[in-house]
């Protein structure tokens, strides 16, 4: 299908010209708008924007007092608040863990919980079974659980998938990590598989991030989905570290370097003749959190939706902590949804000058995020807009703070045919579309385009870039982020008043007119032949 509109249908706002900056299209970004809404989200008022806390609720009254003025609508019961039923399960500080007879420090060593409602995990002598990547994938010939009986066992298991250590196997897909290399999935097969555990063992690379976020993510409250029909879950998951787990396997006799070697060759199995010892108390507590959820219908086919995600949620605070004890989250994530506040106030005040776009606009702010997308889950699960009037979804994720770029990174890059609309978009910049640097990281599986994935909607994670525009930008990001290293999910996330904002203006220009020019249209894209989602969403060979 060809698309209806040219390019320059952005005429409708002001002549096109080629230019790196927003004013391109004739419309301004307010940076200090967008600077002041980072600020505000990510001050320590708002306590680190844990959900079903305080600082949700104060969260909640920012984003719906915000959308009010801006203009946008409520969802169709009236309510910008979507209700997503969670449960926090709390595991104890003090744990007793003992694995293959060694003593294990939590926080130190190893990180457990359970997401159970019951008051006390008790494991006694559970074998542990060295289960490789932990992946059942018939499509790739490969089952690290051929042949085991994992009942009442605790697996032990790599992060990221085979392609990753062995990228010129033909196995996966090389260095990009697939859904098989995610944790979430590692667990969900382990459960599968009937094991009692599931146990990742950390590697720094292969994760993409240290053990501190691990450390910082997996303790305190883990909040999950108050599901009618829930799956079947491992008793305990965690993490271990690969001090830790070398120390274990060589207890049993064997080398860990040896038999990760083996696993990225080949599906592995191995019982390492040792058991492991857990006890800690638990609880489970019942409550509600929201996304948020806005409107601008559109002016001819106002059933058709175009949705921009982000998530408000962060890690909250830790009074375990000396010090700083507040996790702000100003990159991750007040600055992207500070960038989807900025693109609503765009498209209200083009439909006010009566340049409104055909299809609707609407914004999803999740909840739970950062406990395994549980919000945009939910949303995926009980869309309040149908999903298969759902055209695409645009994803903003800690936006670009280190000033204009050159390019414009795609993550996952050549997965769907939304992207031809943020290619237009950034040609018109003068800049160049480009992959992520690291794909084995995962990126495409971990914020919240992901769940719309899933059941086959077109959806996009982009934005920032890897060239910096001129010599005094490049300077500038190296100092930034040298100042910045560290800090995600961590407490140092916290806003900088000389961050430069130039190069998020830029790429929220992109996404306006991206969505724009597929708001004015009659496309309805697809993922591309050799996705793992074309066939739930063909593409439909649109041409711009």
Same mark, same amino acid.
């Given at each position: 299908?060809?698309?209806?509109?040219?390019?320059?249908?952005?005429?409708?706002?002001?002549?096109?010209?080629?230019?790196?900056?927003?004013?391109?299209?004739?419309?301004?970004?307010?940076?200090?708008?967008?600077?002041?809404?980072?600020?505000?989200?990510?001050?320590?008022?708002?306590?680190?924007?844990?959900?079903?806390?305080?600082?949700?609720?104060?969260?909640?009254?920012?984003?719906?007092?915000?959308?009010?003025?801006?203009?946008?609508?409520?969802?169709?019961?009236?309510?910008?608040?979507?209700?997503?039923?969670?449960?926090?399960?709390?595991?104890?500080?003090?744990?007793?863990?003992?694995?293959?007879?060694?003593?294990?420090?939590?926080?130190?060593?190893?990180?457990?919980?359970?997401?159970?409602?019951?008051?006390?995990?008790?494991?006694?002598?559970?074998?542990?079974?060295?289960?490789?990547?932990?992946?059942?994938?018939?499509?790739?010939?490969?089952?690290?659980?051929?042949?085991?009986?994992?009942?009442?066992?605790?697996?032990?298991?790599?992060?990221?998938?085979?392609?990753?250590?062995?990228?010129?196997?033909?196995?996966?897909?090389?260095?990009?990590?697939?859904?098989?290399?995610?944790?979430?999935?590692?667990?969900?097969?382990?459960?599968?598989?009937?094991?009692?555990?599931?146990?990742?063992?950390?590697?720094?690379?292969?994760?993409?991030?240290?053990?501190?976020?691990?450390?910082?993510?997996?303790?305190?409250?883990?909040?999950?989905?108050?599901?009618?029909?829930?799956?079947?879950?491992?008793? !305990?998951? #965690?993490?271990?570290?690969?001090?830790?787990?070398?120390?274990?396997? +060589? $207890? =049993? @006799? &064997?080398?860990?370097?040896?038999?990760?070697?083996?696993?990225?060759?080949?599906?592995?199995?191995?019982?390492?003749?040792?058991?492991?010892?857990?006890?800690?108390?638990?609880?489970?507590?019942?409550?509600?959190?929201?996304?948020?959820?806005?409107?601008?219908?559109?002016?001819?086919?106002?059933?058709?939706?175009?949705?921009?995600?982000?998530?408000?949620?962060?890690?909250?605070?830790?009074?375990?902590?000396?010090?700083?004890?507040?996790?702000?989250?100003?990159?991750?994530?007040?600055?992207? !949804?500070? #960038?989807?506040?900025?693109?609503?106030?765009?498209?209200?005040?083009? +439909? $006010? =000058? @009566? &340049?409104?776009?055909?299809?609707?606009?609407?914004?999803?702010?999740?909840?739970?995020?950062?406990?395994?997308?549980?919000?945009?889950?939910?949303?995926?699960?009980?869309?309040?807009?149908?999903?298969?009037?759902?055209?695409?979804?645009?994803?903003?994720?800690?936006?670009?703070?280190?000033?204009?770029?050159?390019?414009?990174?795609?993550?996952?890059?050549?997965?769907?045919?939304?992207?031809?609309?943020?290619?237009?978009?950034?040609?018109?910049?003068?800049?160049?579309?480009?992959?992520?640097?690291?794909?084995?990281?995962?990126?495409?599986?971990?914020?919240?385009?992901?769940?719309?994935?899933?059941?086959?909607?077109?959806?996009?994670?982009?934005?920032?870039?890897?060239?910096?525009?001129?010599?005094?930008?490049?300077?500038?990001?190296?100092?930034?982020?040298?100042?910045?290293?560290?800090?995600?999910?961590?407490?140092?996330?916290?806003?900088?008043?000389?961050?430069?904002?130039?190069?998020?203006?830029?790429?929220?220009?992109?996404?306006?007119?991206?969505?724009?020019?597929?708001?004015?249209?009659?496309?309805?894209?697809?993922?591309?032949?050799?996705?793992?989602?074309?066939?739930?969403?063909?593409?439909?060979?649109?041409?711009?």
């Amino acid at each position: 299908m060809r698309l209806l509109v040219p390019l320059c249908v952005l005429a409708l706002v002001a002549g096109c010209t080629h230019d790196s900056g927003e004013a391109a299209v004739g419309f301004h970004f307010d940076e200090q708008l967008y600077r002041n809404d980072i600020k505000t989200l990510a001050s320590d008022a708002f306590e680190g924007r844990a959900p079903t806390t305080h600082g949700e609720q104060m969260t909640l009254d920012y984003l719906v007092h915000a959308f009010k003025s801006i203009g946008m609508q409520p969802g169709p019961d009236g309510s910008y608040l979507q209700k997503v039923p969670m449960v926090s399960y709390s595991a104890s500080e003090q744990q007793q863990i003992t694995l293959a007879g060694i003593p294990l420090q939590y926080r130190k060593d190893i990180v457990l919980n359970s997401h159970h409602d019951i008051k006390r995990v008790d494991i006694e002598n559970a074998p542990l079974v060295f289960v490789g990547y932990g992946i059942n994938a018939p499509e790739y010939d490969w089952n690290d659980y051929q042949g085991i009986d994992m009942h009442g066992k605790i697996a032990l298991i790599l992060v990221n998938d085979p392609g990753f250590a062995n990228p010129d196997s033909g196995k996966f897909d090389g260095k990009a990590m697939t859904y098989y290399g995610r944790w979430t999935y590692k667990y969900e097969e382990a459960s599968r598989q009937g094991a009692v555990g599931a146990i990742i063992i950390h590697q720094t690379e292969a994760a993409s991030y240290p053990w501190s976020v691990v450390e910082h993510s997996w303790t305190g409250p883990q909040q999950d989905l108050v599901t009618e029909n829930a799956q079947p879950r491992v008793t !305990v998951e #965690g993490w271990i570290t690969l001090d830790a787990a070398t120390a274990i396997f +060589a $207890k =049993a @006799g &064997h080398a860990l370097d040896l038999a990760i070697n083996q696993a990225a060759h080949k599906p592995t199995q191995l019982p390492l003749g040792q058991t492991a010892t857990i006890s800690f108390t638990n609880s489970a507590n019942y409550g509600e959190s929201y996304n948020v959820v806005a409107n601008l219908p559109g002016t001819v086919n106002a059933d058709e939706h175009i949705l921009f995600t982000g998530h408000w949620d962060h890690l909250g605070k830790d009074n375990t902590l000396e010090g700083d004890k507040i996790f702000n989250g100003a990159m991750d994530n007040a600055s992207g !949804v500070a #960038g989807m506040l900025a693109i609503a106030r765009q498209f209200t005040a083009a +439909a $006010k =000058a @009566g &340049h409104g776009i055909r299809r609707s606009v609407t914004c999803v702010v999740t909840t739970g995020e950062e406990q395994g997308l549980l919000g945009s889950r939910y949303y995926a699960e009980h869309p309040l807009f149908p999903l298969e009037h759902t055209i695409g979804v645009f994803n903003l994720d800690s936006t670009n703070i280190y000033g204009k770029t050159k390019d414009f990174t795609i993550v996952g890059k050549g997965k769907s045919e939304l992207e031809l609309y943020l290619t237009a978009a950034v040609n018109q910049q003068q800049r160049q579309v480009k992959s992520e640097q690291h794909p084995e990281s995962g990126g495409y599986f971990r914020s919240d385009h992901f769940s719309f994935a899933k059941y086959g909607v077109p959806a996009v994670f982009a934005g920032g870039g890897n060239e910096p525009i001129d010599e005094a930008t490049a300077k500038y990001k190296e100092q930034m982020q040298q100042r910045m290293k560290g800090c995600y999910h961590n407490t140092c996330d916290e806003y900088q008043a000389d961050w430069d904002l130039s190069g998020a203006l830029q790429d929220l220009a992109v996404y306006y007119r991206a969505a724009t020019m597929l708001g004015n249209s009659d496309a309805h894209p697809g993922y591309y032949e050799g996705t793992e989602f074309y066939s739930l969403r063909p593409a439909t060979h649109i041409k711009l």
